[in-house]
């Protein structure tokens, strides 16, 4: 039976509908890891930049994962012509970020992660979505479902006025992923990697326990140099590590 192709089987995905259709193609769909890495690089962005130093990620009991940095916060005025918050732009609009404004320098001189999809695809294959922004004396939050507002982003706090960060809280839609853990060896070894990456700047990671949270933390104070001296453990190496 030949199936029909005509102009009616052009279907055409608006927002984020594309990645719940074909989640493959914008992350790896084994765990939830990666989605939460999108979250992770923006913070280490911000810290590449110079504007943070501690990054925080920790796994609630709950399942869902949470990402807190001191950066500038994300922006939460409108957008000069989309007329939308723009926190609410970054996690609901594909290629929507800062990280594609190279006039004037930009917001961003460097930066990972998958430029312009990275977080709206984590709140597209979310259940629920965190937001909560400590910028210009005020504190702000912006809640999600798949990828969806539920709640309008909403003052709800002061904070004092060299206060700032983004702490993201993001709880994953294992429809979307084979396994609905975590890899917590990946997420280790990305944390390490940003900490050694990223000289002078905290790194930790918290597993929410009910026997107790166990916490591990990374800080290399000069980058790669400290991280091999580390791994000397006092001994004197064969070569200068750096000359």
Known sequence: MTQQYDESSVRVLKGLEPVKERPGM???TTDP???CQEVIDNAADEALGGYARKIAVTVHQDGSLSVEDDGRGIPVGLHPTENVPVV???FTRLHAGGKFN?????????SGGLHGVGVSVTNALSTRLEVEVKRDGGVYRLVFSGGD??????QVGECGPRTSGTRVRVWPDARYFESPRYS????ERLLRAKAVLLPGVSVSLTLEKASGDEVKSWHYPEGLKSYLAELCNGDEPVAPLFA
């Open 26 to 28: 914008y992350t790896r």
């Open 33 to 35: 890891t990666h989605i």
């Open 88 to 90: 609410e732009l970054v």
């Open 102 to 110: 190279k006039k004037d320098g930009g917001a961003y001189a460097f």
């Open 149 to 154: 507002v539920i709640e309008p982003l909403t």
């Open 184 to 187: 917590l060896p990946d997420l």
